[in-house]
């Protein structure tokens, strides 16, 4: 699942591996935009914040350059990177394919309770809606895994939550300028649409839904434009 926690309350946890636990935080600090983008990370410095010696810091940052959050320049340090414009695209069209495909066999064989525990999840995304980030995002992600697991295919999320960082850092960005109860919203009406068996019309809703990244990635861009790299004039629905 997204790998998100409460960067202001967590502490390190003695008895576990601390390079994973490093990694975690660092990623969520940049997905949530408190490490900006260009920001240089020292290791020295990590490792007194977090009361390590460096290895581990070190060992996480070569992981989340590996996911492409952080890059390593010779002779000058460890940045942020920037947000890559073309994988927040890629990662959103490969979605996009997944989750239409699942939504397709959902509507084709409703399931009662599926639909039930579906609708109390987003009775909590109203609830959440105009709260943290942090909480809604983490709502929001649950309603997609569940329907993920209710198709059999839970192992493709996993997959997908390896590409979609790039993603994630936009829905943060975007949280503030763009109202979530429209997403909720639009959770509801896909769960009806299955309970309906409109296969058809709940794969649209779908599609529809993961495209509203495409309408706010170039206001973000614009407000932003310092926090992008390789970003093209708009948006291609891709």
Request: glycine share 2%; net charge negative; no cysteine.
């Amino acid at each position: 699942m997204l790998e998100l926690i409460d960067i202001d309350a967590w502490k390190l946890d003695q008895q576990k591996a601390v390079s994973p636990q490093l990694r975690v935080v660092l990623r969520s600090r940049i997905i949530r935009n408190n490490l900006k983008p260009m920001s240089r990370l020292s290791e020295p410095e990590l490792a007194k914040e977090y009361g390590v010696s460096r290895q581990p810091v070190r060992e996480a940052f070569i992981t989340l350059v590996d996911e492409g959050l952080l890059e390593i320049r010779p002779q000058r340090g460890t940045f942020v990177k920037k947000i890559d414009y073309e994988a927040v695209l890629n990662a959103r069209f490969v979605r996009e394919a997944v989750e239409a495909d699942i939504i397709r066999q959902l509507a084709s064989r409703p399931n009662a309770e599926l639909v039930a525990n579906l609708r109390q999840e987003i009775a909590d995304q109203y609830k959440a809606a105009s709260g943290s980030p942090l909480q809604f995002i983490e709502l929001d992600e649950r309603f997609h895994r569940s329907l993920a697991q209710a198709a059999g295919v839970a192992r493709a999320w996993d997959y997908l939550e390896a590409i979609k960082s790039q993603m994630d850092r936009v829905r943060f960005m975007t949280f503030e300028e763009f109202p979530s109860i429209t997403l909720v919203k639009q959770h509801e009406q896909v769960v009806d649409l299955i309970e309906q068996q409109d296969v058809k019309a709940a794969e649209e809703a779908m599609r529809s839904h993961l495209r509203e990244i495409l309408k706010s990635l170039p206001k973000v861009h614009e407000i932003y434009p310092e926090y992008f790299e390789n970003s093209p004039g708009s948006p291609r629905d891709t």
